[in-house]
């Protein structure tokens, strides 16, 4: 069959009253999220994982989707209105988005962030539909190393590449690896790091982790941060229509953004925020009117929208063919396969390709959705921008912790009759390091992606050592795996000289930090 | 952000040395523990052992470089931050986990939103907590009933669901 006719039974399955409803679930609470600061789809979807464990697996990862699209929409509305972003993939629309607000043209800046998030996100979840098979026939002839190769890549492209610091990107990525031996070897049984404690066994969950990184640490540091306390709102001012010279400016932005993201999110390049990062960058060369930005340019904010949007579609590239996470939302989603018995890679197209199809399906609705939930709807998430902050964080932790219980409620530990539940512990724990990650500027996602990808990494490497009998050299035999190294080496070696060329504040900028 | 700045004149960064020493700590101990297991021969190679020692190694090579870094101030500048919050938010957190068994999650979940509206400067507590525990309780009523996940029951909860303690 080809991609067309997959694809339009996908569509057939995806307009399913069920999928639909779940795909209406997921592009809501997404945009919600990526309203709010403070919250972003990472911490949703790991959130949403124990609810959906007794739920259709299709119709669960189809909102995780939507989450992910919806909270890319979302953090626009923030960024443009608050000046704080909302999700970090929308730094950059703060720059020129606020100030489009400041001179009452928050409506056009809005609307040309919805529009081309829903043109990047159509053409990406179409170039998505169109380059997964040509991705997972490549992938079916990789073996044990160029898999271990691709994962040792994906591991420096998400820590080191980016970000003002490759130590602290490293180190952080250090931590998700050690975190992630912890527990029974699965391949022999034996138990590894777990100090004579039952509950560590298993070892650590992802979601856990996730949860108490990005709730519990991004909740301490933003109260201890007065200034994060208050911001102002901007409100809507004028009309929210765009004019026909915002649309003329606008079209270009949106495709180059679209160009610009996609490739960079299926790439294994990093997360969204680069994306939106260098079409900022982009749309600075190409505009007419450079003496416009930072004065409220509309380019600026067309172009990373639509970029971040196309990211998010991309990463979805190596997540589904190869089974590997470049962010730390691809990351839970991953967990979230892996909940249902999946595991994706180039061996869920051939076994579970009904399932693969409706999702990328449902992608296509569900920016139809979101483009009506965030144009006509829009003064209803500008809403929510207006809870207090002591409310919202605290309800934040409320959900956090009924996650956390939700996954594993288990009163393991204790003394005298007072039972303690060993995952709160744990929550706490990784909570406080989360906070220290932030206050020291390690960035989060590594943390995430290195206890997942880990042990993952662990079993090919070792696979590949069993066929060799443990001599490393096979590590490198294969012309895959040599090449994977070598765009390994410029991801770390390119971004060094361009820092010691003196460019290094606009690399921190790049800093690829939450989801 | 100012990486990569490296003035000599300053003192070296304390808390970044501090850092340098965790993760040399951490290392040491994969390193121990890992030395401790029994490997049959076999799996001298290619077996459990291997990954813990490449992650070792990795997290020792890392403290060198997070202590050459602290040396040279190569951490980005922190505002100071105020500590209080930090108690009150940890506070609701060590609270929660220890009330959960006994008092049930709409009391202790309350407890932590209050302690963290706190936390934000929201207060006072006699406040807080019953607007918190009546949320939670809300919270607890739509998960633990209508999406079937298993939140711990107390008092409160039983009374309201089946009108007995």
Redesign the interface.
Known sequence: MNTFELLGQGLIAAMQVQNLIYALIGVTLGTAVGVLPGIGPALTVALLLPVTYNLDPAGSLIMFAGIYYGGMYGGSTTSILLNTPGESASIVTALEGNKMARQGRGGPALATAAIGSFVAGLIATLGLAFIAPFVVKFALSFGPADYFALMILAFITVSAAFGDSPLRGLTALFIGLGLGIIGIDQQTGQTRLAFGVLDLLDGIEVTTLAVALFAIGETIKTATDPDQIKAEVMAIKGSVWMTLEDWKRSWASWLRGTFIGFPIGAMPAGGADIASFLSYSAEKSFAKKPEEFGHGAIEGVAGPEAANNASAAGTLVPLLTLGLPTTATAAIMLAGFQQFGLQPGPLLFANNAGLVWSLIASLLIANFMLLVLNLPLIGLWVKLLTIPKPWLYAGILVFATLGTLGANGAMSMGFGSVRISFELVLLLAFGVLGYLLRRFGYPIAPVVVGLILGPMAEQQLRRALSISQGDPAVLFHSPISLVLYAVAIIAVGLPMIMRWRGKGAVLGQLASDED | ?S??QSNSTRRPDG??LV?AVI?AA?SI??FW??SQ?R?PPI?Q????T???YI?AT??GL?AV??LI?ALRN???A??K???G??A???G???A???L???AG?AVA?GV???F???????GPLWQTIPI?VV??FI??FI?ARG??????MGPVERFIVTGSF
């Open positions: 952000m990486a990569g808390a970044a850092i993760l951490i101990i994969i523990q890992t297991m490997v799996q190679r290619v077996g459990p291997v990954f813990p992650v990795g997290l890392l470089g997070t870094s190569g951490f980005p922190r505002s931050d105020d500590f919050p930090i009150w938010i940890v609701g957190l060590v929660q986990i220890l959960l068994s006994t999650f979940t932590l939103f209050a963290t509206a706190k936390g934000f400067g929201r918190g949320f939670s919270v607890w998960f999406l079937q996940l298993s939140l711990p």
